[in-house]
């Protein structure tokens, strides 16, 4: 009894919170015992620890095909180095790093000395090692070749290598002379394909020779022309059309030997103030495609000359009868410009087919033609009385070229622009000349020196394709193909009006004319929609548009005497005439 009591004491000391019940059987917890001594481990763990810490920073083995945790960013990027600098994790200073990988040596070798040592070593298996100065590979080779490269073969054996080529030449013809015919003309032979193997670089095999049939003939003669005609052909052979004129007068002297081109006496201004036209007057039709371009004769105003892409060139009488007076035919394809000696007795033509005609205009007869091979977009004469002889084109090959119509000579060519000429404007009281072309810019030129003495070319410029000068000399008119009528100076300086500037018309693709009435009140300029717009030259606002054609209103005139009275033209063929 007193063994089973001091052992309830035991389990009791051992759990004193636990509740004993009679069904259920203590539990015996016996203590362990280890016979092992004593140790302390702190040391161990603090080494464990040091290993696993150098493991995770130290770089991995590139040798090593299994990686046992997972490696972090620098590990992964971490140079491979040998044993680990002082002061840097990864075994370099930072002052010897000019890599994110490490320290990169400078290669100071040409590219012309690598690939001498690159070929040498491919063709005789030695090479000069650039960073001891020695050479490596077959060094037996090296003295038996005496250490040359493939790009400094000696003198005597250049000469040995042409006299063995030589030789083997010899010895393939000699051998072609005691060669078996049959041989020679059998395919499947080894002789056949030596005597015809061709280098890869030999060009194209050449097909057998057919005769063509008279139909292939053709044909390639119609495309041989043609293919001529579309690089501008030969210029002999683009021989200009005969010309013609025909008058469509009663006669053309009256009872008084005066000729029909004659102004009328009592023909001058009634004043100087000029009114916006209102009505249709008159329509000029005879032109069977569309009219590019007309003019009114120089001061009196009583003829108009129009340009057809007929192929026409027709003047029309505007103060009596109101019909066509002669018809000049002398262009094989559309009449482009048009342009009206100072007297208006004669009057030049530049068309499609590649020809300027100097044209009297009384008889119809064709005085000088001109041509560079090229399209010309404009024609002028220098205003001058003394200079009438002095012919300038803006041409399509980016040139404007200057002409003396009484020799027929080219006497000067301004070529600086980067796109056809599409302007030319005398200002300055003649002395100079601003062009415009299709390559966005305006051009100032001293008449008779070939140097451009202001170039104006801004990112916000369009092709200028029509300018006007102002009746004051002071202003001139530029069309910009972004819908709007730009202004600028002819004094030195020839700055952009940014306070005058015209708008509200469509033009974009057109080339449409823009003008000034002769008292200089107003601007006036057709659209690709037909109409006609007038602008007040003081205010820019939009004074009246005019439904003038039905397509394209591409060319505007105001008349030279008659205050109210414009003539507008279109790709509808008709000329308008309105008061």
């Known amino acids: 009894m007193d063994l089973l009591r001091s052992y309830a004491e035991d389990d009791e000391i051992a759990n004193p919170n636990s509740q004993s019940s009679p069904d259920s059987s203590p539990i015996r917890m016996l203590p362990s015992k280890s016979a092992a001594p004593k140790v302390d481990d702190t040391m161990l763990a603090l080494t464990v620890a040091g290993e696993a810490a150098r493991a995770q920073s130290k770089p991995l083995d590139p040798t090593q095909h299994l990686v046992r ?51 040498t070593f491919q063709k005789y298996g030695y090479a000069v090692d650039p960073s001891e100065n020695s050479y490596i590979g077959d060094l037996e080779k090296m003295k038996e070749c005496d250490a040359i490269s493939v790009y400094n073969i000696p003198q005597h054996e250049q000469k040995k290598r042409k006299l063995e080529k030589k030789k083997e ?86 009872y008084q030997g005066r000729s029909w081109i004659a102004p009328p006496k009592d023909a001058k201004a009634a004043n100087d103030h000029c009114y916006i036209p209102k009505r249709l007057v008159h329509t000029w039709s005879g032109h069977t495609k569309g ?114 119509i009484n020799s027929g000579q080219i006497t000067q060519e301004y070529d600086q622009h980067l796109g056809a000429v599409n302007t030319i404007t005398f200002v300055d009281n003649n002395r100079r000349f601003v062009t415009s072309s299709d390559d966005k810019s305006l051009r100032v030129w001293e008449y008779g020196i070939p140097v451009v003495i202001k170039y104006i070319s801004e990112p916000h410029m369009h092709s200028m394709p029509s300018i006007s000068p102002h009746p004051n000399g002071n202003w001139i008119a530029a069309q910009s193909l972004d819908n709007q009528i730009l202004i600028y100076s002819t004094r030195e300086r020839f700055q952009l009006n940014k306070k005058k500037r015209f708008a509200g018309h469509i033009v974009a693709g057109y080339a449409c004319q823009v003008n000034f009435s002769p008292d200089g009140r107003f601007v006036f300029s057709g659209d690709g929609e037909g109409r006609c717009w007038f602008w007040d030259w003081k205010s820019c606002k939009v004074f009246r548009t005019l439904k003038c054609h039905d397509g394209v209103c591409i060319g505007a005139e105001w008349h030279p005497l008659e205050q109210s009275k414009v003539a507008t033209c279109g790709w509808d063929g008709l000329i308008k005439y309105w008061d």
Request: charged residues 30%; glycine residues 8%.
């Open 169 to 254: 030449k010899m010895e393939e013809e000699g051998d072609e002379q005691d060669l078996d015919m049959t041989e020679v003309e059998n395919p499947s032979t080894d002789t056949w394909l030596m005597k015809n193997r061709k280098s890869p670089w030999a060009g194209k095999k050449e097909g057998l020779q057919v005769e063509l049939s008279e139909e292939q003939k053709k044909y390639a003669e119609e495309y041989a022309k043609k293919k001529g005609e579309e690089r501008g052909g030969d210029k002999d052979k683009a021989e200009p059309m005969v010309e013609k004129s025909t008058f469509h007068g009663k006669e053309e002297k009256d």
């Open 69 to 119: 945790f997972n490696p972090t960013y620098e590990q992964l990027w971490a140079p491979i180095c040998g044993p680990a600098h002082p002061y840097a994790k990864d075994g370099l200073a930072q002052g010897l790093r000019n890599h994110k990988l490490g320290f990169v040596e400078d290669a100071s070798i040409e590219p012309f000395v690598f690939d001498e040592q690159y070929n």
């Open 291 to 404: 009219v590019s371009a007309i003019r009114f004769f120089p001061k009196h105003g009583h003829l108009i000359l129009s340009a057809g892409m007929d192929t026409k060139v027709k003047i029309w009488d505007v103060y009596n009868s109101g019909k066509c007076m002669r018809t000049y035919m002398g262009h094989t394809k559309a009449v482009r410009d048009i342009w009206f000696s100072n007297d208006g007795s004669k009057f030049l033509t530049a068309g499609y087919d590649k020809y300027i005609k100097y044209w009297d205009t009384e008889t119809g007869q064709v005085i000088q033609t001109f041509t560079t091979g090229k399209i010309p977009y404009v024609v002028r004469l220098n205003p001058d009385e003394d200079k009438q002889n002095v012919l300038l084109a803006g041409m399509s090959d980016k040139k404007i070229v200057q002409w003396d």
